[in-house]
C-alpha cells in the first residue's frame, strides 16, 4: 500500500452550519468565507508541500506552537491574499511523545 497523502487547512472564523432542502433530500452543509478559505488552505498544501497549513486568524490563537511562516498567497477565487502558516512536523512528533511519555498506566484501578 502507499502512504495517504493528505492535506490539512485550518482557519478560524464565523460560519453558517445547517440542513437546506426539502425533507426527503435535506444534506448538511457549511457556508461562508471561513469555510471557502479553509478549502483553498487545503488545497495550498500540496503546492507548498506542507501536510499542514494554517491561516492568520487560526495561527494568532496557536502561540504555544513554534509555527513557520510560508508567505502571503492570493489563494484562487479570493480576492485578497492570506498569510499561511506550517506546524512543522517536529513539533507534533515531540508534543506526542511527551504526552505519550507523561501518560500512566491504569490496571485495576491503580495507576502503574
Sequence with gaps: ????????GIEQGPALIGSIGPA??????????????TLRIQEMTANLAQPILIGECAARQLSDFSLESQ????????RIPHC???????????????ETVN??????GRSQ
Design 24 to 37: 426527503n433530500r435535506r444534506t448538511h452543509t457549511l457556508l461562508g468565507d471561513t469555510v471557502t478559505v
Design 1 to 8: 500500500l502507499e502512504p495517504l497523502a493528505l492535506g490539512i
Design 71 to 78: 508567505g502571503s498567497y492570493l489563494l484562487s477565487g479570493l
Design 103 to 108: 501518560l500512566k498506566v491504569i490496571k485495576g
Design 84 to 98: 499561511l502558516f506550517a506546524l512543522p512536523a517536529r513539533d507534533v512528533v515531540q508534543r506526542k511523545l511527551s
